[in-house]
């Protein structure tokens, strides 16, 4: 049974940092490319960060610079460092295991996290 556990969330003031942690289990998580995407109610849930089993990273242009995402194999762990946070990136918080298709990414598994909230106040 796959199981995605994100965590790390909170209230934090625009500028400021936080990090996430997704933990998992149920799946091959060597083998698996890791994506991180955030949603807000009304909204499609919206692509943050991937990184493949390779190590490579991928973001959305606009979030260069300020996302890094990295993975941890022996705790199959997947992490999601923000800095200097906006109150743009006010959402919930989501990771799951992606595959790429049609120049996109899109979630191996239908089953979500609880997600993790994240609040940047100006």
């Known amino acids: 049974q796959v199981m995605l556990v994100e965590s790390g969330g909170g209230l934090v003031q625009a500028g400021k940092s936080l990090t996430l942690a997704c933990a998992t289990s149920?799946?091959?998580?060597?083998?698996?490319?890791m994506a991180w995407h955030r949603q807000v109610p009304g909204n499609q849930r919206e692509w943050v960060a991937t990184i493949q089993n390779t190590g490579f990273r991928s973001y959305p242009e606009y979030l260069k610079g300020r996302f890094t995402i990295d993975r941890d194999n022996g705790r199959q762990q997947v992490f999601l460092f923000m800095n200097n946070l906006e109150p743009d990136d006010t959402a919930t918080y989501y990771c799951?295991?992606?595959?790429?298709?049609?120049?996109?990414?899109?979630?191996?598994?239908?089953?979500w996290g609880q997600g993790t909230q994240v609040t940047v106040s100006s």
């Open positions: 799951n295991a992606v595959r790429w298709s049609a120049s996109r990414w899109f979630p191996v598994y239908d089953t």
């Open positions: 149920g799946f091959t998580f060597g083998l698996s490319n």
